[in-house]
């Protein structure tokens, strides 16, 4: 009776790691970030995948009192910063699929909740397949992140792609030197400044015509920079 009773455990044991062992195949990560109230900052949404990826959705809801995204980058997917009051959309879908170490995201929050305050940024995997349609969102592990606003932290604008606490035209440089290989600009991904989801050459004109006074063309739902 006890040996048939450790056989039992040790099954139930080995069910447990296999379960595990699936379920740590997707993750799904982001970060905790610190930010001065009225800065912005880049928080990075990644993980890692076994399989190849096909198709993929994930909303990320935060308190809009407290924060409000600014842009977003990704080079797998479609992302909409204003999907709903307090809601961001990332779809994805791709026949090859992608694998190994992935950048899902890095989205500029900029912070208008007051010092003190954190903000949880919550995500939920809403679709993950893989190339031939099979379902996997029972393999996924979600880590939320947070954005906490301290009063300490340096005041860091959209378009500070020096980190500099301000904006001017060594930003737009910064933005031009990074593209050219030269050098790597610090705050990169601050410099979306148009919100198109990459910084080029026209993110860097922007800011050159933001700090000169002159109108900015930036499609709905993108913030202003001053």
Do not use: W
Request: net charge negative; proline share 4%; glycine share 12%.
């Amino acid at each position: 009776m006890l040996r048939a009773g450790a056989v039992l455990i040790a099954g139930a044991m080995a069910l447990l790691i296999a379960r595990e062992a699936l379920a740590g195949g997707v993750t799904v990560l982001a970060e905790d970030v610190t930010v001065a109230s009225g800065g912005a900052v880049e928080l990075t949404l990644s993980g890692h995948s076994d399989q190849a990826i096909g198709a993929l959705g994930i909303d990320v809801l935060f308190d809009e009192a407290l924060v409000t995204p600014h842009s977003c980058q990704t080079a797998i997917a479609i992302c909409n910063t204003s999907a709903g009051p307090g809601l961001l959309r990332l779809n994805s879908v791709s026949l090859l699929g992608f694998s190994g170490d992935i950048t899902f995201a890095t989205i500029v929050f900029e912070a208008i909740g007051p010092v003190g305050s954190t903000a949880l940024i919550d995500v939920e995997v809403t679709t993950l397949s893989d190339t031939i349609g099979n379902d996997m969102l029972d393999q996924v592990i979600v880590t939320d992140g947070s954005v906490t606003i301290d009063g300490l932290a340096p005041l860091t604008p959209p378009g500070d792609a020096n980190c500099d606490s301000t904006l001017s035209a060594a930003d737009g440089l910064a933005v031009i030197g990074d593209l050219a290989g030269v050098y790597e600009a610090g705050c990169f991904g601050l410099a979306d400044v148009n919100c198109d989801g990459k910084v080029n050459a026209a993110d860097a004109l922007t800011i050159l015509r933001a700090i000169g006074g002159l109108p900015l063309d930036l499609p709905p739902g993108c913030t202003a920079i001053t």
